[in-house]
């Protein structure tokens, strides 16, 4: 069953709602909101994608708004303080792959001037192009875990059926380039 229509058997009001709505497939600019979508995915690993969304609003305050710079520069003490946050998943692998990924966002950011321009560079792949070069480039970053991502920031097709009303509305965002993967 595709998200669309999970959504719609779910009903108007539920949290997968909103985010089918405004927030999945559609492309995102900002590197700290990409980031924070890699994360998010990431938390998802071995969880339902409910429980992420439910947990987003302390994901987001517990990763000081996913700035990049700021969480490049956690400490050891600022992950074992993240360990005891029950609002997130306390997960240490997760949590130090955040730490890990943010410097290499930062690295990417030096090289290519964001982490969206270094994404836009390597557009279009396929899905297991990507997964390669996500496993190669970050840390805890499986097939699903990047299609995910890639689906959910507009990189890699099928966020939503033709037949769905938010997928005339994502494309109107895709810039020219992106409108044919």
């Known amino acids: 069953m595709s998200y669309c229509n999970f959504v719609e058997k779910a009903g108007k009001d539920t949290i997968h709602r909103y985010y089918h709505d405004n927030e999945y497939g559609f492309p995102i600019l900002d590197d700290n909101h990409l980031f924070a979508r890699l994360v998010l995915e990431i938390n998802q690993a071995g969880l339902s994608w409910e429980t992420i969304l439910k947990k987003k609003d302390n994901f987001f305050k517990a990763f000081d708004e996913f700035n990049i710079d700021k969480v490049a520069r956690y400490t050891e003490k600022k992950v074992e303080k993240l360990l005891q946050d029950a609002g997130i998943i306390r997960n240490r692998l ?17 090289e290519f001037g964001s982490f969206k321009n270094w994404l836009d560079h390597h557009h279009p792949k396929t899905k297991e192009e990507w997964v390669k070069l996500f496993k190669q480039t970050f840390r805890f970053t499986g097939g699903e875990i990047v299609n995910e991502f890639l689906m959910s920031t507009g990189y890699l097709p099928g966020a939503h059926a033709e037949s769905c009303p938010v997928y005339k509305k994502v494309l109107k965002q895709k810039p020219a380039w992106a409108k044919k993967s």
């Not at 997760?94 to 030096?110: D, F, G, L, P, R």
């Open 94 to 110: 997760k949590v130090e792959a955040t730490v890990s990924n943010a410097k290499k966002i930062k690295e990417i950011q030096k």
